[in-house]
Structures are given as C-alpha cells and as structure tokens.
C-alpha cells in the first residue's frame, strides 16, 4: 500500500475521535447528575481540554514532526489547578475496550503530559506548506450544553490541501431520514463521519474499542428538485458535515459585518466531506475557503455549502438578497 495513502493517519484519527466522544460523554453525565449546570462552563472546558489533551497526544506520538492546531491553551488550566485536575481525572478514568487501539493511541500518563498536550495543539500556527492537523475538540458548544448536536473533529491538510478528516457525531440519529435540529438520539451510539480525499465519504457507527463496519454515504443528487430544497442558516455547529447526512441541503449561515473571522477547524475537514459526496463550499462571494492563514479564515466572509450542480445559483441568489443591506456592500462583491 502506498506510503502516502493516509489510511494510518484516517485510523489513528478514527480511533482517536472515539476515545474523545466517550470522555465528552463522561462530561455529560456530570452534567445529569447535577455537578455542573447547563449554565455553568465549567462543563465545556473540561470536555475540550480533556479531549484535546486525547487528540493532540494520539497525533504527536504517531506523527512527532506534524504541526498540530487546536483551539485551547493550559493559561485557564495553569491558573486554576483544581480544574487541571478534573481534566486529568476524565483523561486517565477514559478507556477503549480494545488493547491495542489503546496502546495505538499513546494517551497522556500524567497531569503534567496532559497539559503539555493542550499547550502542543494550543500553540499551533498553520499555513501553506507541511503536514497540518487542525482538532476541535467539541465543535456546538450550545449543543454540547443542551445536550444537542456536537461534533469531535480531526483533520489533516497537506501542503495547505484537506487530505482526511474524521468527524465523531455522538447525538446524530441518521434513521429519522431527513434530519432536522430536534432529531437527537442521546441513547444510541453516534456514528462517525471520515473520509480520505478522493475516496469518498463513509459513515459507520461510534464504538467504545475497534472500529464498527463502515458503509459509503450516498452521492447528492446531481439534477436536484429545487423547489423541495432545505435551507439551514444556522446550526449549533459550524461545519458544513452534517448535510453529508440530509440535514440539510444548502447550509448558508451568515455572520454580521464586523463580526471576527472564524477559526479554521470550524470549517477544514467538512468542506472535505461535503465534496466527496458531491458538494461543494465556498465563501458569499463564490471564493473558495483559504484555509492556509494561520488560525482564522481572515480572507472569508461567510460560506455556502450546496450541491456543486446549483452551487453558483445559490451564490448568485444569495447575492442579490445581500444587495438590499447597505451593510454588506463591502464585503460582498455584487452581481
């Protein structure tokens, strides 16, 4: 098999996306049994940092020259010991069921590694050239708190190009068909969205060990019925990977001039995805997501993701509704 396939690295962030759904899972349970509110943070901090910690140390230890990119530092962690010491307590009582894809996975063994895993994928700065993992380490913070959607991302770029990603989905219910924000299935296992560019997208349930079957998500319908088209403005996620599985059909949040620019592991990984099955991602002007500026997609305003076949009607449309708001007339080229 060729070296540069990146079937390791699609199984390392596999089985790596698993182990961080169960330890975001353990923080949802102290959310039930009353030890933090909804309302109280405390719960998202701890599921990213400890997840990150999960992610950042599989990646490192398989792949000890990549840049890896996430969202958290320790500086919260490094002021707050009793909180570092909460994340190091969900890292250490988390395990797979399977041996080897634990020792495959080369977790943290103390407090201290496990802040210096944070650090490693806090500190990251991308760019254009290189080996680049981008993690979010619970993507909805909203849906995490409300027990929602959320996402556990991971995603490879090389040379500034999406090459894999693998998106854990804990709450997703994929039999209700079309789906819809309230279709939320918290006692099934989740299912996890990956794929390797060129190879299509695949969908296969979430486990606690090794890697249940996986099965190749359908292709968008290349002559689709516009006027049954389902429109989603905005999500508790960011990431265009949810319509890969009918929750949408065209995703087009829209932020507010002046708002600051997203991060890029809110949207690497989901364009991907979203193409395999075909699809396509661009910014409200029809530019194309550069994904190679460091930490935030400053040279983006917004995205559309559609089917490629009526994507650039869509632009256009969304243009000339964009066209009445004065607001926009500097970020938006008009038609």
């Known amino acids: 098999m060729a070296s540069n396939d990146f079937s390791k690295e699609l199984h390392l962030a596999e089985i790596a996306v698993q182990k961080a759904v169960l330890v975001t899972k353990k923080v949802l349970q102290l959310v039930a049994k009353g030890e933090h509110t909804k309302k109280d943070n405390t719960s998202v901090s701890l599921a990213d940092f400890a997840a990150q910690a999960l992610l950042v140390a599989a990646i490192h230890s398989n792949f000890p020259d990549d840049t890896i990119i996430s969202e958290e530092d320790t500086a919260l962690l490094r002021e707050k010991p009793g909180l570092a010491a909460k994340v190091w307590n969900l890292v250490d009582a988390t395990r797979l069921d399977d041996a080897d894809s634990e020792a495959f996975l080369h ?48 995603i490879l770029m090389v040379d500034g190009e999406e090459k894999m990603a693998a998106f854990g989905c804990p709450h997703l219910d994929v039999e209700a068909g079309k789906l819809s924000e309230s279709d939320v299935h918290l006692d099934g296992p989740g299912y996890l969205i990956s794929a390797i560019r060129g190879q299509g997208a695949r969908i296969r349930p979430l486990g606690k060990g090794i890697l249940e079957p996986s099965w190749l998500l359908p292709r968008l319908d290349e002559q689709p019925n516009t006027a049954s088209l389902r429109f989603c403005e905005n999500t508790k996620t960011t990431t265009p990977q949810f319509a890969d599985v009918g929750f949408s059909d065209i995703v087009l949040p829209t932020p507010l001039p002046g708002d600051p620019p997203a991060h890029i592991w809110d949207h690497a990984g989901g364009i991907m995805l979203f193409e395999e099955v075909g699809g396509k991602v661009t910014d409200l002007n029809g530019k194309p997501l550069l994904l190679t500026t460091g930490r935030d997609l400053t040279e983006n305003f917004g995205f559309i993701a559609a089917p490629a076949s009526i994507h650039a009607r869509v632009v256009e449309a969304a243009k000339k509704v964009f066209a009445d708001y004065p607001e926009y007339s500097q970020i938006i080229t008009q038609v």
């Open 107 to 154: 977790s943290p063994k103390s407090q201290e590694e496990t802040l210096q895993s944070i650090n490693r994928g806090g500190q990251g700065f991308g760019g254009s050239k290189g080996r680049v993992w981008f993690i979010d380490p619970a993507d909805g913070t909203k849906g995490f708190l409300n027990q929602g959607r959320y996402v556990v991302c991971v």
